[in-house]
């Protein structure tokens, strides 16, 4: 089946440094990648839609210049975090859709833990 | 924008008993209905999803409804078992193709007691 790894699983830095997050179709070409930030014992909340060749698509409320995404193939999109503060700390995890013209379902990444100190 | 509503909350049933989790959404041209599993500190895992052009589906233990025109979808689990006890999501998307925005809702932490 389709499989997205997403790394590094846990990462901690310090506040002001910048800290990417890597997500890889490894099986299947993903034309589109969904980075989401999940608050503890809260849903997923969609943060950005990753487009392969053209900018990503932010939702309301998310600062594009913070939190940079960059989907530079059909089986890469990165999220990088810049200037990150403690209120950055969180769950993020990609998810990207398999499956072409007929749709099969999203397959999600494990999910990198930040914390920022 | 799409709005998902999922309930309850928080869901507790003895072993062996049945647990339905119910998701109702707003955007009409939604079509397409997946339900995810998510274990303490794991991505969360498909297990089962419905079409907008079919009205339920089952898969062994698992079941999904869904009532397009009252806008709503549930989960049934029968015969639970302990290692049902998770967090459960549902989603709404709409699209086609490999491009669908999907809008999951805020989640139902059940709890399977033995």
């Known amino acids: 089946g389709a499989v997205v790894s997403q790394h590094p699983s846990r990462v901690i830095c310090k506040s002001g440094t910048s800290v990417k997050i890597e997500c890889r179709s490894l099986?299947?070409?993903?034309?589109?990648m969904f980075w989401y930030r999940q608050f503890p014992k809260k849903s997923l909340m969609l943060m950005a839609t990753?487009?392969?060749?053209?900018?990503?698509?932010?939702e309301q409320g998310v600062e594009k210049d913070k939190f940079l995404i960059n989907h530079a193939s059909l089986t890469l999109s990165t999220l990088t975090v810049t200037s990150a503060h403690p209120e950055d700390s969180s769950f993020y995890i990609c998810?990207?859709?398999?499956?072409?013209?007929?749709?099969?379902?999203?397959?999600f990444g494990s999910g990198t833990r930040l914390t920022v100190v | 924008g799409e709005n998902v509503e999922q309930h309850p909350s928080t869901l507790s049933v003895q072993e062996g008993d049945s647990a339905v989790i119910k998701c109702t959404y707003s955007?009409?041209?939604?079509?397409?209905f997946p339900w995810y599993k998510q274990e303490l500190g794991k991505r969360p895992q498909l297990i089962i999803d419905?079409?907008?052009?079919?009205g339920e589906k089952k898969d062994q233990r698992i079941a999904v409804t869904l009532n397009k025109t009252a806008k709503h979808f549930s989960l049934h689990i029968t015969e639970t078992q302990p290692e049902d006890s998770a967090v459960y999501f549902c989603?709404?998307?709409?699209?086609?193709?490999?491009?669908?925005?999907?809008?999951f809702g805020t989640g139902t932490k059940l709890q399977v007691i033995p």
């Open positions: 998810s990207a859709a398999a499956g072409g013209g007929l749709f099969y379902g999203y397959t």
């Open positions: 099986d299947f070409q993903a034309t589109t």
């Open positions: 990753s487009n392969e060749g053209s900018k990503a698509t932010y």
């Open positions: 955007d009409s041209a939604s079509n397409y």
């Open positions: 419905i079409r907008s052009n079919v």
């Open positions: 989603a709404a998307s709409k699209g086609s193709g490999g491009y669908q925005k999907v809008t």
